[in-house]
């Protein structure tokens, strides 16, 4: 199964939880991640790589803006905000079917539909944003293993 996550920049969240599917799925999902607005290239952020580093995970990353051919790949394509999800599906209509905001997919009634960004913040704030990918990837891994 092919999963993308996408961000705004493609340094902090997305790649974070591509490595924690990475790191919690093994060899049974082929994971990417990309941004709306990002710029090829860049790495992730100090704080993101000191996290995962923490949560003893491996990841190496350079940042990728969101492509045609990255939504064609994906079996399903999970964004951190519903501004992500939206910005998708008006440059890719045809894939609205496998577009969702991670926590609407997930979670049965979420009050809110965005996972938080820690984007500029504290290492603390990360790890904040680090926890709440952490418990909805474990969510997702038991979601998709059922279909």
């Not at 790589?49 to 990728?64: F, G, M, R, T």
């Not at 926590?103 to 704030?125: A, C, N, Q």
Request: hydrophobic letters at 35%; glycine letters at 6%; a negative charge.
């Amino acid at each position: 199964m092919r999963i993308l996550f996408v961000c705004t920049g493609n340094t902090c969240r997305s790649p974070m939880a591509e490595a924690v599917l990475k790191h919690r799925a093994g060899s049974g999902f082929e994971v990417k991640s990309a941004g709306v607005f990002a710029m090829d290239g860049g790495d992730a952020s100090i704080q993101a790589k000191e996290v995962l580093k923490e949560n003893d995970i491996k990841h190496e990353h350079q940042s990728s803006s969101l492509r045609k051919k990255d939504i064609e790949w994906a079996d399903y394509v999970f964004t951190m905000t519903t501004h992500h999800k939206w910005a998708i599906m008006d440059q890719h209509p045809e894939a609205s079917d496998k577009v969702f905001t991670l926590k609407e997919y997930v979670l049965e009634d979420p009050e809110d539909m965005d996972v938080s960004d820690p984007f500029g913040g504290s290492v603390d704030i990360y790890r904040y944003t680090y926890r709440e990918l952490d418990e909805l990837i474990e969510q997702l891994i038991d979601k998709l293993e059922k279909e």
